[in-house]
């Protein structure tokens, strides 16, 4: 890590993480810091500004992507992933397709839950059982290639697939493969929203309402000489300026997820270290296009002409994030750059497009969006943007929770909502969670039957050259038919208290705790 007037910099070249080399590898990590020269202080509590509330601590009943931060620090996942490049790899389980649609997972010995129960293969299916068909869960779409899930063994599970899925193992990395207590579930039901029990490093001590999350070390942890904190002390602060001030002060070791408004106060503050680095975190509208007016696919194109995302990312991200052409980067292995020049700033296009679907006069277009100051900045220029050209733009803005509950849930209250896809370790975990039909963040719930194939084709070849081909015929079925509106990529903004060591950012832009020590 390189030091500038007593400030630790990381700045990570995207493009070393996310190219595909010529023989089809992922690229690992250049220059990545090395932290294990630091001295570990025995125990200590990180104290940590989150940018908002959790939706549940129950990761099938969650909605944010906020919520993963917080949740990894109470359940670990069947399968895990580098940092690198986002790869599976072995978390609780080891798994292998012992044919096209069968996978088995071995589970690691000796784990257990923080109630004392066990982490065996009986546990496992209650997990994926619950999570593709309990009425509450969020994720059934992940796991919807599933046929059946049978305990073969005390520790092995075999999942037969209705289809192959090459993509499952990274889909048990995210929420789907968070195991929770099955002892809890039955016990409290609704309640483990707020009372979780899972098997990750920390366990869970105390959740106050916009206020805090608090957990605690797990002394059974399966990971020798883990965790090294002794516990994590969340303090929920939606105004990322306060949040920044908080580390200043030294009330709090770390503030993630800044704004690039704050880059040169992180620089000119004394004894903070500074993250930056790549994610493939995508500001986006997301579509209703179940209701009108954003069912008429010229309604939605015309939004798309009449931004110009170069400017939003000037004015709205402060330069510090990249103009986005689809959900992917340039830079990621499946991005297809044929998508790039569909959706020019074209204004008079907009306009044509709006006439031509029967709206000369203009359109009433309702948008959900969050209040803290930097959303309310970039709800103001897509306002500008599409007023320009003939829509009505109302936004209605709250809390992260709030908003995106109204849009997601079953009120289905906005025509369209400007918030963040937080991405996922594969591709097809993303293009499935906001397009395929009745994915929880797909509001209209419907997907015609060619982008239904596409999507099952990019689960089923694990050549990833192939992959990449199927991919772009997704983005050029999303962009062509308008199903959102991509803005741009942001770069993960970070700013540490000196104490704070050991911290890798990672692409997802989410930041896990497990290397994290208090300096000696």
Not at 49 to 62: C, F, K, M, W
Not at 136 to 144: E, G, H, M
Not at 224 to 231: C, N, S, V, W, Y
Request: glycine share 8%.
């Amino acid at each position: 890590m390189k030091t500038q007037n007593e400030h630790s910099r990381t700045v990570l070249s995207r493009r070393q993480i996310l190219a595909l080399s010529g023989g089809g590898a992922i690229v690992g990590l250049l220059g990545l810091p090395t932290f294990a020269e630091e001295a570990v202080a025995a125990g200590g509590i990180l104290k940590v500004a989150a940018p908002s509330n959790p939706s549940s601590l129950d990761p099938a009943t969650g909605g944010s992507g906020n919520d993963h931060s917080i949740l990894w620090t109470m359940y670990d996942t069947l399968v895990e992933w580098d940092y690198e490049a986002l790869m599976p790899a072995p978390g609780l389980a080891e798994w292998s397709f012992t044919g096209p649609t069968t996978l088995v997972l071995d589970i690691r010995k000796d784990v257990t839950f923080h109630d004392g129960t066990s982490l065996d293969a009986e546990a496992v299916k209650f997990n994926l059982d619950r999570n593709r068909g309990d009425a509450r869960s969020n994720i059934k779409s992940d796991l919807a290639s599933i046929d059946t899930v049978e305990v073969t063994g005390p520790l092995q599970v075999t999942i037969k697939l209705k289809s192959a899925d090459t993509a499952l193992p990274a889909i048990l990395s995210d929420r789907a493969g968070m195991m929770v207590s099955p002892a809890n579930i039955k016990a409290l039901g609704e309640d483990t929203n707020r009372k979780p029990v899972g098997a990750g490093p920390w366990k869970f001590v105390s959740w106050a309402d916009n206020e805090n999350v608090i957990v605690t070390r797990n002394e059974t942890y399966w990971r020798a000489g883990m965790p090294k904190l002794d516990g994590i002390e969340f303090r929920i602060i939606p105004e990322a300026a306060t949040a920044l001030r908080s580390v200043a002060a030294g009330e709090q070791d770390m503030a993630f997820t800044l704004p690039s408004r704050l880059k040169p106060v992180i620089a000119r503050t004394p004894d903070l270290q500074e993250i930056v680095a790549p994610t493939l975190a995508c500001l986006q509208i997301y579509f209703n296009y179940g209701r009108a007016p954003l069912d008429n696919p010229k309604v939605r194109q015309a939004i798309n002409f009449a931004i110009d995302r170069s400017a939003f990312v000037a004015v709205g991200m402060g330069g510090l994030g990249e103009a986005a052409a689809t959900v992917l980067p340039k830079a990621h292995w499946a991005y297809d750059e044929s998508v790039a020049d569909l959706y020019p700033h074209d204004p008079d296009k907009a306009r044509a497009l709006l006439a031509e679907a029967g709206f000369k006069d203009g359109v009433e277009l309702s948008l959900g969006s969050y209040s803290d100051q930097d959303w309310v900045l970039r709800s103001e220029i897509i306002q500008s943007q599409l007023e320009a050209v003939g829509f009505r733009v109302k936004f209605t803005r709250g809390t992260v929770a709030d908003i995106s509950g109204q849009y997601f849930g079953n009120e289905k209250k906005f025509d369209g909502l400007l918030s963040l896809w937080t991405g996922r370790p594969d591709p097809s975990m993303t293009f499935s969670s906001l397009f395929a039909e009745g994915a929880f963040y797909n509001a209209g719930r419907g997907a015609e039957a060619e982008l239904s194939s596409l999507l099952q084709q990019s689960r089923s070849n694990e050549d990833m050259q192939s992959r990449a081909v199927i991919f772009g015929g997704i983005q050029r079925f999303v962009m062509e038919n308008a199903l959102f509106a991509p803005l741009a990529f942001q770069f993960e903004l970070d700013a540490l208290a000196a104490r704070a060591k050991g911290y890798r950012p990672n692409l997802l832009g989410k930041p896990k705790f497990n290397d994290m020590h208090i300096a000696a």
